[in-house]
Each structure stands twice: as C-alpha cells, then as structure tokens.
C-alpha cells in the first residue's frame, strides 16, 4: 500500500514567522507532489506542486523543498499571516494503473496575530 | 471563471432513501473524480472518470455509484445511505490522469438522518 506520511498533525505559528510542514512517502512510483490548502467548509484548493526533477520550487510565499533521496518533501510557508490559517494537504500521484493521487492526512495550521 | 460546481452544498437524506450529488465542471477536463471526506481526514478516493471509462476504487461500496452523462457533469449516487456514509463529498478534475494538478469543487456536505 503506497503511503504518504504527514506531520506535523497540527501547527502553532506566530505571525511573520514561518511555517513548514513535512511529508515522506514510501516508495518512488510517483511523478507529482502537490500540496493543497482547505478551509473550514470547502474544497481543497491547489497551493503549489513540484516534480521530483526540481528540488525547490517558490511562488510567493509558498516554497515547496523536494529531496528525491530521502524521499520527503516539505512546504514551507514565509511571513506566515492569520489568513494562512487552514489545513494543509501533500499530496502524491501515482505512475502507474490509475495514477491516484495519495494523499497526507494534514496538518492544521493556525497562525496568531 | 472555469470552474467546478457541486450542487446541493448541503444535503439531508434519510437513513436508506437514496440521494443523487452533483457535479458540473467548466475547465472541458477529461478526468472527473468523486472523493469522501470525512471530519479531519484526508479525501478518500470512490472513483474516477478519464472521459467515459469509470475506475472504481477497490474498497469503494457497492453503495456507491456513479454517471458521466457527458464531458461537463458527473453524478455520485448513494443508493441506500447509511450513518456511516455522513461526510463531505468532493468532486475534482483535471486535464489529464499525466497532466497538471487536481481542480476541486466546494464539496456537498451530506447528512444522514
């Protein structure tokens, strides 16, 4: 059973600072890690993906860091702001058969004024 | 915008009455998925569509089901709702099963009484 594993569970952040949310996977049959943000009552919504040729990858505030040998990927949130506050999700899609999409089991951001 | 739609937001259904979700996509993407999600847990995957060929996950019940009468709409039929099947239903898109990132939908949150 492929697996992808997320921490931390939950995550206190003051506002400025940065947050960074870990996930590692457990094989290399994947092609694309994409990390969703998902607030109270709605859909995950698309933050920022990477492919495991590229180790980092920065669009504002959001920087995925990807390290293929270790298999693990992180994102990292700079200048953390309360609206950032949400649950996160990593996420990684399979290469073969229906190319599912694994997904972490998230992590609850709350970032303080 | 392009966009995905679910309708209803909200649905209450009895126990065992069957109940039909909605979802209508505007993006002309191949793939449609349905997810469940349960209450601090990651989407659960029921199934796909790549155009018109249905992929049912493994462990999805046969309770579930589902219909692509077209490219635009995709529908998750619940036949015989159970308690457990309480949750928020996800529908998602994207381009292709190889191709760019998974495009979610606000979700239906379904109660069962």
């Known amino acids: 059973q492929q697996q992808v594993k997320q921490s931390p569970q939950s995550l206190i952040v003051q506002k400025g600072g940065i947050s960074i949310i870990n996930c590692a996977y457990e094989?290399?049959?994947?092609?694309?890690f994409p990390w969703y943000q998902q607030f109270p009552g709605k859909g995950p919504a698309l933050l920022i993906a990477?492919?495991?040729?590229?180790s980092e990858k920065k669009e504002g505030r959001f920087t995925i860091s990807f390290n293929k040998s270790a298999k693990q990927f992180s994102l990292h949130i700079m200048d953390s702001q309360p609206g950032d506050s949400a649950t996160y999700f990593c996420a990684a899609r399979g290469t073969s058969g229906t190319y599912k999409y694994i997904f972490g089991t998230g992590t609850r951001l709350k970032v303080l004024a | 915008d392009a966009m995905v739609i679910q309708n209803p937001r909200y649905q209450v259904t009895q126990f065992g009455k069957p109940v039909t979700l909605s979802c209508s996509q505007t993006?002309?993407?191949?793939?449609m998925y349905w997810y469940q999600q349960k209450s601090s847990q990651a989407p659960k995957l029921l199934f796909h569509?790549?155009?018109?060929?249905?992929?049912n996950e493994a462990d999805t019940p046969d309770n579930f089901q589902s219909r692509r009468p077209n490219t635009s709409f995709c529908f998750l039929d619940i036949r015989s709702p159970g308690l457990g099947d309480a949750a928020m239903y996800l529908c998602?898109?994207?381009?292709?099963?190889?191709?760019?990132?998974?495009?979610f939908g606000p979700g239906t949150r379904l109660t069962v009484t």
């Open positions: 569509y790549y155009d018109k060929d249905f992929n």
């Open positions: 990477i492919r495991p040729d590229v």
């Open positions: 998602a898109t994207s381009r292709d099963l190889l191709q760019g990132g998974q495009y």
């Open positions: 094989n290399t049959a994947f092609d694309y």
């Open positions: 993006l002309n993407h191949n793939v």
